[in-house]
């Protein structure tokens, strides 16, 4: 009886040694999966100002994607001369997507600025400022 318990004690130390080195090897897959999806680097959006101006309290401004992805327009924030972020969508809503190779014309009214001088936009990483024509 005494070697039966060795013998069985044998099996299922085998079985777990197995097991373990299965879920050890599925552990390495998905650790190198994650490393590859990781190293995706989407990158920043590729963005400019073409031009502003500002007519009677209103300002017109055009910007356009020059790079190779959608630029959304819940994720854009301009500044006015410095101020706090005015996010995009919130006078742009013509429109939720700024697609490559697009040039939209956009109209800020209400934004308390009269002679403003500079204008900056920042989405994601990208970003382009251009003086007040």
Same mark, same amino acid.
């Given at each position: 009886?005494? &070697?039966?318990?060795? +013998?069985?004690?044998? %099996?299922?130390?085998?079985? *777990?040694?197995? +097991?373990? $080195?299965?879920?050890?090897?599925?552990?390495?897959? @998905?650790? +190198?999966? $994650?490393?590859?999806?990781?190293?995706?680097?989407?990158?920043?959006?590729?963005?400019?100002? %073409?031009?502003?101006?500002?007519?009677?309290?209103?300002?017109? *401004?055009? %910007?356009?994607? #020059?790079?190779?992805?959608? +630029?959304?327009?819940?994720?854009?924030?301009?500044?006015?001369?410095? #101020?706090?972020? %005015?996010? $995009? !969508?919130?006078?742009?809503?013509?429109?939720?997507? *700024?697609? $490559?190779?697009?040039?939209?014309?956009?109209?800020?009214? &209400?934004?308390?600025?009269? @002679?403003?001088?500079?204008?900056?936009?920042?989405?994601?990483?990208?970003?382009? &400022?251009? !003086?007040?024509?």
């Amino acid at each position: 009886m005494g &070697g039966s318990v060795s +013998i069985s004690a044998l %099996i299922v130390g085998t079985a *777990l040694l197995g +097991i373990f $080195a299965l879920a050890s090897l599925s552990l390495n897959n @998905s650790a +190198i999966t $994650a490393s590859e999806v990781l190293e995706e680097n989407l990158g920043e959006p590729e963005m400019r100002l %073409i031009n502003a101006s500002e007519v009677n309290g209103t300002i017109h *401004l055009n %910007i356009t994607n #020059s790079g190779d992805e959608p +630029i959304s327009f819940d994720k854009t924030w301009f500044s006015i001369d410095g #101020s706090s972020p %005015i996010r $995009a !969508s919130d006078y742009h809503t013509q429109t939720t997507v *700024l697609f $490559a190779g697009e040039i939209q014309h956009i109209q800020l009214t &209400g934004t308390g600025f009269t @002679s403003p001088t500079r204008l900056f936009v920042a989405s994601m990483g990208g970003q382009s &400022g251009v !003086s007040f024509s």
